[in-house]
Structure formats: structure tokens, C-alpha cells
């Protein structure tokens, strides 16, 4: 595992990924944020020695170097999911090539569904803290101890002080920035009512596909990390209807503007 991962980022750093300073992972929809960037260098993930190949159509599959806010960035636009059939070492691949290429943040996006009912389609919520559903760990491998402690502690998974800095300054440029617990679960298909009353049991406010693993990792790393959801659906047990694909990455679109904002003054201070 350490030597394919070393192979991986001696290739990028020779394609001039030199020392980033952010990492950023973008979600579902949410793939124009890198207008914002001066791109310098970009590579498809299946010219990436090793590098997982994203297969979701929405998901464009490629990494981005440049500058975003005065700072040096490194952003996978297209992410891995389990539900792909990515092992949870494939998921958080690229979290351990950017801590490896340097980062000392990242930033994740993503799409959830609100499963608390006062969040509206279109909302951002930071997450405060997460629920693991989705019944596996990327840190369950023999040799996780080369990378770090085995029994990695959770207190803090999306750090308090970003998360501070994000709801200062969602709160200076007038954005509402809900705050919430993230339930992520395996996937592909949507939950069933009953799996929305028991998210509604356990206090959930948002639930997603994604982002769990990455933020797993990133502390088992000590890479602080905060996340974004854009609320893309509302998941009412008693008043649900058919998901519609489309309509989801519409929603994100229209939020995106305000999630770019967000993380670009962020950009500028951390």
C-alpha cells in the first residue's frame, strides 16, 4: 500500500502538483467551483498511477491544481463511493494523496437529503459530527498502523474551528448555514421510510453517500477538515416521493454560488 501510494504521488508531484496547501473534495452537482480556480496543472484520474477511476456520469474524474484566494489548492472533482464498489482504501485514496502532496486542510462538499424537516431544498448545512452507516471503516486493514494510530479518536472529526471561521462568515455575507448531524449510508438506493423515521430517531439532520470515509481519514491523518451539504431533497417519511436525479443536481447548482463563496473567503484566512 505505501509504495503504491508513494508511486502515485511522485507521479503528480513530477506533473507539477508541488505542495498544495488546501485540499478540496467536490460533491455531487457541484463541479463549477473550479471556474474559480487559475488552473495550473489538471489530470485525469485514469492517467493517475493507481488512482480509482470515477464511474457516477456526474462525476467528472479529474484532479486540479492551481491557485484559489491567494492560496495553492488541490481539488478532485469526481469522488469514490462504496456503492461503486470501491473498496474503502480506493474511497479515500485521494484524501491520502493530498496529505501525502501536503494539505493542511480540506474542504469537502457534497448532496444529502434532509431528514430534518425545517431544512428546505437549496439550504447548506455544515456538519457539526457524523453517524457511520454504512458498515465499514476505511481504517480496517492489517497495516493501518503504518499510517497512523490504529484506534484513531473521533472527538473531533470536522474541526471546530474551521467550522467557526465558516458560520463568521456565512453569517457576514448575509448566507444561512444550517449546522447538523450527517448520516452516511451505503447506497446506491434511496431509503425507505422506515430508514427515515430511525435517521429522524438518532437526531440525523442530513443523509448522504459519501464524505464519511474521507473525514474518517483525514483525522486518522490529523488533517483538519470541515464539510458542506446542499440540501438537494427533503426526506419526509410521511410525504415522500420520487427521487429525481436531475432535479437534485439542479437544486446543487443553484446553491453552488453560495458554497463557493463560503469556502473562498475561508481560503483566505485558514
Request: charged share 20%; proline share 4%; hydrophobic share 45%.
Amino acid at each position: 500500500m505505501k509504495e503504491t501510494l508513494q508511486e502515485t504521488v511522485e507521479h503528480l508531484k513530477n506533473a507539477g502538483f508541488d505542495e498544495p496547501e488546501i485540499g478540496i473534495i467536490l460533491g455531487t452537482g457541484l463541479g463549477r467551483f473550479l471556474d474559480e480556480v487559475e488552473i495550473q496543472q489538471e489530470v485525469a484520474y485514469s492517467d493517475i498511477p493507481y488512482f480509482p477511476t470515477a464511474t457516477v456520469e456526474f462525476h467528472s474524474g479529474k484532479l486540479v491544481y492551481g491557485k484559489l484566494a491567494g492560496k495553492t489548492v488541490v481539488v478532485m472533482s469526481g469522488r469514490f463511493h462504496l456503492y461503486e464498489g470501491y473498496t474503502p482504501w480506493e474511497v479515500t485514496y485521494g484524501v491520502r494523496v493530498m496529505h501525502q502532496l501536503g494539505i493542511k486542510a480540506l474542504l469537502i462538499s457534497n448532496a444529502a437529503g434532509a431528514v430534518n424537516l425545517s431544512f428546505n431544498k437549496g439550504d447548506l448545512m455544515v456538519i457539526e459530527d457524523h453517524i457511520n452507516l454504512q458498515g465499514t471503516s476505511p481504517l480496517a486493514f492489517a497495516t493501518v498502523g503504518e499510517f497512523g494510530d490504529r484506534f484513531a479518536d473521533m472527538l473531533e472529526p470536522y474541526s471546530y474551528e474551521i467550522n467557526s471561521l465558516l458560520k463568521e462568515i456565512a453569517k457576514k455575507h448575509k448566507i444561512t448555514l444550517r449546522e447538523g448531524i450527517y448520516a452516511g449510508v451505503l447506497g446506491p438506493q434511496l431509503e425507505t421510510r422506515a430508514e427515515y423515521r430511525m435517521l429522524q430517531i438518532l437526531e440525523v439532520d442530513a443523509v448522504g453517500m459519501s464524505t464519511v470515509p474521507e473525514v474518517i481519514v483525514a483525522k486518522h491523518l490529523n488533517v483538519p477538515c470541515t464539510a458542506i451539504s446542499v440540501i438537494t431533497d427533503e426526506c419526509d417519511p410521511k410525504h415522500l416521493a420520487p427521487i429525481d436525479i436531475q432535479e437534485i443536481i439542479q437544486i446543487a447548482g443553484k446553491a453552488e454560488p453560495k458554497m463557493i463563496l463560503l469556502f473562498k473567503e475561508l481560503i483566505k484566512i485558514i
